[in-house]
T-cell receptor, first 117, second 115 residues
Framework: AQKITQTQPGMFVQEKEAVTLDCTYD???????LFWYKQPSSGEMIFLIY??????QNATEGRYSLNFQKARKSANLVISASQLGDSAMYFC??????????????FGGGTRLMVKP | DSGVTQTPKHLITATGQRVTLRCSPR?????VYWYQQSLDQGLQFLIQ???????AKGNILERFSAQQFPDLHSELNLSSLELGDSALYFC??????????????FGPGTRLTVL
């Protein structure tokens, strides 16, 4: 079963506008972590932001913020004031505890964001 | 720059061959992870090592093996290569073995092409 779902394969946003990338997840654990990574066309994976399941406040990191709705099991990434350099693939990932054995990430299929000038 | 280094950047080889991918983690990180990114399978976790010992295993084929050395660098060995093994192979590192806030930082990847 798909554990991380990113329903938007591709999105356009106008430069300087805000954009929300959707991510829903499935877990029966109470303790888990959610991550967002950016993959530009050059291929590297860049860590953007982290949200813990027990964190009371939504995570923020510069222009990135996470709209975390635990009851809905969603962790949407919000990018404010989009820039041309934000054009990339964005991946949502989840870490579930495995009896504290290991730290694997499960990734969604990604969303390709294209920023229009 | 994440601080994780991977070599080589690109690798082109033939079916049936064996290759070794190398990864050096960020300074101070004890865990190393290997992921495979392909068009049909997406990003998949292969294996994790923590301080020299295997910690978690994912969908890693029996033809693939990995190890982490005393200096904490890691190697991923791929043998009897098939066309379907063509992919981008990422190494990531993190400070600990499994603490829930532990963030994985990825290297630039090795693009493997099997002809």
């Amino acid at each position: 079963a798909q554990k991380i779902t990113q329903t938007q394969p591709g999105m356009f946003v106008q430069e300087k506008e805000a954009v929300t990338l959707d991510c829903t997840y499935d877990t029966s654990d109470q303790s888990y972590g959610l991550f967002w990574y950016k993959q530009p066309s050059s291929g590297e994976m860049i860590f953007l932001i982290y949200q813990g399941s027990y964190d009371e406040q939504n995570a923020t990191e510069g222009r990135y913020s996470l709209n975390f709705q635990k009851a809905r099991k969603s962790a949407n990434l919000v990018i404010s004031a989009s820039q041309l350099g934000d054009s990339a693939m964005y991946f949502c990932a989840m870490r579930e505890p495995r009896n504290n054995a290991g730290n694997m990430l499960t990734f969604g299929g990604g969303t390709r964001l294209m920023v229009k000038p | 720059d994440s601080g994780v280094t991977q070599t080589p950047k690109h690798l082109i080889t033939a079916t049936g061959q064996r290759v070794t991918l190398r990864c050096s983690p960020r300074s101070g990180d004890l865990s190393v992870y290997w992921y495979q990114q392909s068009l049909d399978q997406g990003l998949q976790f292969l294996i994790q090592y923590y301080n020299g010992e295997e910690r978690a295993k994912g969908n890693i084929l029996e033809r693939f093996s990995a190890q982490q050395f005393p200096d904490l660098h890691s190697e991923l060995n791929l043998s009897s290569l098939e066309l379907g093994d063509s992919a981008l192979y990422f190494c990531a590192s993190s400070a600990s073995s499994g603490y829930r806030t532990d963030t994985q930082y990825f290297g630039p990847g090795t693009r493997l092409t099997v002809l």
